[in-house]
């Protein structure tokens, strides 16, 4: 009983965490909830995001939902983007997103 004890305490306060870190490209991606803020944007492709959603229990929708952003907004930066949509539900801690570029990226010469 003790061990099952430790272990539900050590789920709970690991499920509290967030493991996901937004990179230095990734903070200047914006996440949008709508289509029709990017419609005069340039698409660049779609990033699709996982993470875990469920450690003997479900976890917080709005952490999760969250860290798929996080994740998403990482690879938009990659791949030059700097908006990001959902496009469709999270579904077992996946959710895929559209990457666009709304905005001329400033070139100092």
């Known amino acids: 009983m ?4 430790i272990a539900i305490c050590c789920s709970l ?9 937004v990179t230095s490209k ?5 996440l949008v909830q ?3 803020a990017v419609e ?6 779609n990033a699709n995001a996982k993470v875990v959603d469920q450690i003997i229990f479900d976890r917080d929708a709005e ?3 969250g860290e798929l952003a996080d994740l ?6 990659l791949m030059g983007g700097d908006t990001i949509v959902p496009i469709s539900e999270i579904v077992d801690g996946r959710r895929s997103f559209g990457v666009y570029r709304c905005f001329q990226s400033k070139r100092i010469d």
């Open 72 to 77: 998403a907004r990482n690879e938009a930066g």
């Open 26 to 30: 990734g903070e200047s991606v914006r």
């Open 13 to 21: 306060i690991l499920s509290s965490c967030t493991w996901i870190k």
């Open 2 to 5: 003790k061990k099952i004890l």
């Open 63 to 65: 952490k999760v939902a």
């Open 40 to 45: 005069s944007c340039k698409k660049l492709g």
């Open 34 to 36: 709508s289509v029709k």
